[in-house]
């Protein structure tokens, strides 16, 4: 199979999905960033992600909010929206984390009432993910203390089990429940599901259908993240990421700007474990960003790039010189097997499938060109209400 | 000396500045925490730090944020509200981040215009100063930026030599500025004022009358911070504190909660410098923490309590075997010295010195029985609005 | 029951297993620190820890090290030396990592000569701890890989398993197979065993006597160990602990001499746990420290008794008011059951203890007063040869 | 200025520095990794960088170790032997760690004598340098405490300050002293010249040719290393660079192996600066590097690849586009300018470069068929000694 072919199938295959609430204003503690063009209802996030879509061909699906997408916790009319858009619903994403009622906890909160409430939720989102035709049921738990001796922990674990296996036997059998994991942020002191190993922990307890969600910028420092992924993939418990990039905590970057070179390891070892492997696994990508300072659609798009540049790259190591150089201990060898790869100019053959497939082939600019933004804007910034709120 | 006069003559001279904002509802990005207690006005942020002077009878003065303790940027009666409570206006704290002109930059933005702005809010902030009877500028600055190349980092270190010298110029004689570093959030990728080396480097650039403030959260894992204080101690930059914990980042958690031994090491580094000159040094000892989960009076009397027992322990370190086992040697001698003092039970001592004080034995449990959350609840929850909004 | 008799009965519960290894002269890669009283031979190091169970009366195991105590990785002498002294053989450390056939791995190497060779010597290990008359196998693997693809992460992982299923298939019924994991160090870019995650998965996977050993200094900075712990010991993993504390990385410091409260809060744990159990947990508490600015032996006495005092702060949380402040939310009040039995001066009931059991009330002076170690220094310096060599 | 104009310049003036020490038996306290055709004298280690030199045409000076590569602390006939090879001395690098008395520091030792004896060797330094026509003074020191308490960190850092303007002081005018930081190790609790802050702080207080050197693994997990070089650039204060990378610690893995994105960006702050700026800028660029794992001299090929490749897309950035976009706040263009620019192919260009020097288009493989490691080891092995030792 020659480069450009072995890229394309490659980039046929990768579909990114996109968050809706990557669209709305966000911000940190300190205060949200406004834009004008921001989305305010599920209608226009869905236009904005179709937006993304048109441009990039490879985002048809979009992870919704169960509290900021859906009122009164009702699928509604989201599937057929989507629909409309040339899109389908993706991930749904319950919140126990929001409201005031979870502050000491949602499924692991001392208070058997709030746990009972906290489950309620997972389920009917379990619920809107069988009306809207999701198959996937994403988790991120807020749970923690912020203070030694604030709760028990490992009561607190049994809690976490027992919720999860009753949300795992409500699920229908075609949904897959994925356990996300971040060490710190809101909670301060200790985090319930503070790594892979208790997210795999968690899950496998759950039920055989739970797998974990990798989020790129949930990790200490130092942590190797490839090694993680690796390792998940031989438990067949990699479920799926949340891709984004950081410098010091979650700070929720464009995936790729501050280290390219870890997104393209990470992308390896699964391009690695597939040619390994006959059958494909179904890990779902999905983006989880904030861009406070970047033009939202700009920003979405540039990652679709960024994931597809890094993911030609890993499809180009030549691994048969690299199992050549491992075998013989040549670590030199080896480490360029991978460098090479990386280093490759991969413009080319991406506006080639570009070409190939009908789509632009700079999507930033024919996005910029298309005068989408001003007329969100326009739009929008009529319709905008002073309204706070937090958002994930 | 005996043991009991050394520590009631430490606490005697020990004064612990509370911020205004410290008593309004706080949170994350993903929420605010609220208390049906939290403070709205500054008059309820004045009643709530004379109730804690009034337990601890070591918090006399409170410090102020111009934008959100000032209508319109002006002094108005501030000065006048805290005298009636006994207590006296400390820091000022401007604040040129909320606002979103500042999204890319106050002092360091690349627009002149909004640079020219930010200094204005700056001299106004001096005014207000110079109106209350504050000497003390705290000057904390959100600029950064969040990608690679989006700024360029010379140019903003140059604008803000130049901010902070024009409004070191229009400082009274009286009045200190402070320089705040912090690592990162909300920049993700740069922050311009980012360690000590460069806050100190900007206050010598600004004019004799700046120091670093030193926030104990505001480091990256593994700094030294007592190291960083002893050395800003010698070179007279050391201004004062921002007291807090942290398990992982800037986590604003009650000082001395995660790990009490530091802060003791901090103490001790003062009290060594203060037995080794005849001046006293002006250091401001100011609390800036996040009270989500707490009641947020109960936290700052637990803030104030910790800060006096760790001090008392570092006023109980036996110097003089200290400073033999250095000379010869002896590592674990030295560290039995730190390490004794830290064990101590200093809770009879400080007792004492609160009964000689007419104070109450046991803070907390007075305030509790106050009744004074109660009463304050119940007026303040009438008055709340449900305005959003974002704090520091 | 009364304090001083929960602190007695902990006290007597409590044995602290002392290394070999640490003992001997050790260094950081910069170079060794040489003491003159360092032990040579096993027989050295065996009255060394003799030397510190004499004063504190809790020391009566020693870890042994096969490369370094046995000759020709035979048992020989060992445990009646040890019983001569009143001691036993502890925890047995195979050397996977000295030998330069290791350097790309050992059990993880991908010549299956060098993973036989590796397996053979830990065979050989689980037979010198049966002659011994030991039953835990306690395994450190240096194996790792330097730089981005030198290494085929899942590979290496499978041959992990492979190797610790048939060691524990070789174990006899008694003996238990320790799992340690560290996130770098030698290896700088991936470790095969990096967290805890990953020793649990693998301990599993080997058979039902692994257990994971967790060794204080082995967490990424931010990681919550005493939540590990408190995981571990839900999943019935926890097996043992190498302690040792640092400020950055790896330092094997003197537990405790950092982050005391760390300690104790991870000792609360298992407190807590072995309350609410009917029946003992078989945890190891092992030390594993370098010390080498600290006479040797004086280090591990400080070190027994740091673990003693943090073991009695920790059995004397009033666990009943804490599970009322949790049940109840108080999270001020939470946090302070811990924080007041840490501040307790527990130096009286500890002497008292030692009084009871003919110990030394002071043990650090009662070993200086000895004169132990000026007969050791002239002794073993007589014998000392310029031998370099590495050490754990 | 064509694209290819403007690498070749950059090229024709880019010098790299390589270390006598880095071709020598290196490891981890867990032991030296051996290799037959490591260097054992400075005749070998100046063969090996000649090598090095040979195929990349950019490494013409070595920096020597005084402690290792110097016979009774005497420049001998170092500047010959170097002359021989079409080489020069580079930077002094004196050791005051490796001897037994520095154990509690060096110039920080509340020993007298032995700050003393380590002034001395530092004045020794400075004569050898003198004598081999250098003029460049390398100050690292491992001067530290491992327990609170153990040092006086303040009367530390006077000591320091003596010791450092006693040296500046003797050093002849064309020579310039370069201060490195490190976090920690050995030191494990504190290191005098902890952070680029200090080494700034100290080179000041030295004299006028006293800079500070910036190596690149010496840092904490988060610390944005490229901003601390456009500070010490604004303050006139960078003196040069230890290259090399890490994922962890100090792993002193080959540079760029690890984060490539991150070399790129320090790289442009100094080509950004030298595009503003009349005068060049004398910087040291030289390699601090451990190859424990792969062939030193081909790693040492490696790393000159991987700076030259990183220069070059360096300078490739379109500036003119960057100021465009900061002005007018476009972050994601401002981002783009230098992932582009890192994106770029540069091969072609850096070979085109080399064929004009007359160099071999890939020196790995030409150095690899030059059978000259082959002959090393042949000849070295027969002389290698058993001999222990440290390293740097």
């Known amino acids: 199979m020659t480069d450009i072919t072995t890229v394309s199938d490659g980039l046929d295959r990768l579909e990114i999905e996109l968050p809706s609430w990557g669209f709305a204003d966000t911000g940190t503690r300190f205060g949200k960033y406004l834009q ?53 619903i993706g991930s749904i994403n319950p919140n126990v984390f929001q409201d005031q009622c979870y502050r000491l906890g949602s499924v692991a909160n001392a208070d ?137 905590a979650d700070d929720d970057l464009t995936v790729g700007s501050i280290d390219p070179y870890r997104l393209f390891r990470i992308l390896f070892e699964i391009v690695q474990y597939e040619r390994e492997c006959t059958r494909p696994l179904p890990i779902a990508y999905m983006i989880d960003q904030s861009h406070n300072l970047k033009p939202k659609i700009e920003a979405m798009i540039q990652t679709v790039e960024m994931v597809q540049g890094m993911l030609a790259r890993a499809l180009l190591v030549d691994v048969e010189a690299l199992e050549a150089a491992r075998r013989d201990g040549d670590v030199v060898d080896a480490e360029r097997c991978l460098a090479d790869a990386f280093a490759t100019d991969v413009g080319p053959m991406i506006r080639e499938w570009r070409r190939g497939r009908g789509l632009p082939e700079d999507p930033i600019r024919n996005h910029r060109e298309s005068g989408y933004v001003a007329r969100a804007a326009s739009d929008r910034l009529a319709r905008k209400s002073s309204s706070g709120g937090s958002y994930a």
């Open 36 to 88: 004008d063009s921001a989305a305010i209802t599920l209608e226009d996030k869905l236009d904005d992600v179709a937006e993304v879509h048109r441009v990039t061909g490879c985002c048809p699906s979009v992870a919704v909010h169960v509290l900021w997408d859906f009122e009164n916790g009702k699928a509604g009319p989201a599937a057929a929206l989507a629909r409309d858009r040339g899109l389908r």
């Open 112 to 248: 058997s009432e709030i746990r009972r409430r906290a489950i309620g939720h997972l389920l009917d989102s379990v619920e809107i993910g069988r009306e809207v035709g999701s198959d996937l049921l994403s988790l991120w738990f807020a749970d923690g203390t912020n203070y030694p001796g604030q709760g028990h922990l490992r009561r607190r674990k049994r809690w976490f089990e027992e919720a999860l296996r009753e949300v795992h036997d409500a699920m229908p059998e075609s949904m897959t429940m994925l356990v996300e994991y971040k060490p710190f942020e809101p909670a301060f002191y200790h985090t319930d599901i503070a790594d892979w190993g208790m997210a795999m922990s968690l899950a496998r307890s759950a039920g055989p259908r739970a797998k974990v969600l990798v989020d790129t910028g949930h990790h200490l420092q130092g942590q190797n993240i490839e090694h993680i992924v690796a390792f998940l993939l031989d438990e067949g418990m990699l479920g799926g990421f949340h891709f984004n990039d950081r410098h010091y």
